[in-house]
């Protein structure tokens, strides 16, 4: 009987302590760092011909970078974290906060 009771205090222990390895604060919270500056990008990664256009406010993947006879599409999650390096630099990558053209902010 003391040994089941033994058996029965340990694996308390070790679900407690699980518990408190899982629950606890997170080794690393990333900060929001700001918004994206799509035109200035645009202009830094490509030239400072081009600009920046969304083909529809309401879609978060309708940005494209512009100059007159041509089109680069920026529409998918990788493209935004192209942005928010260009913006903020090493690091930086993106993340949709609520769903519109505006709705990026940059994270490290």
């Known amino acids: 009987m003391i040994k089941r009771r033994n058996i029965m205090v340990g ?5 407690l302590a ?16 700001g918004g994206l500056n799509i035109d200035a990008a645009c202009k830094a990664i490509l030239g400072s ?3 920046a256009t969304t083909v529809n406010p309401a879609d978060p993947y309708g940005w ?24 903020y630099g090493a690091g930086a990558y993106a993340v949709l906060t609520h769903s ?9």
């Open 11 to 15: 694996l308390a222990s070790v679900v």
């Open 18 to 33: 699980a518990g408190a390895v899982f629950t606890g604060t997170p080794a690393f919270a990333a900060s929001d760092i």
């Open 49 to 51: 011909a081009w600009s």
């Open 64 to 87: 494209r970078c512009v100059k007159p006879g041509s089109s680069v599409a920026l529409s998918s999650q990788a493209s935004m974290n192209d942005v928010c390096r260009s913006n």
């Open 100 to 108: 519109s053209s505006y709705g990026w902010r940059c994270y490290r």
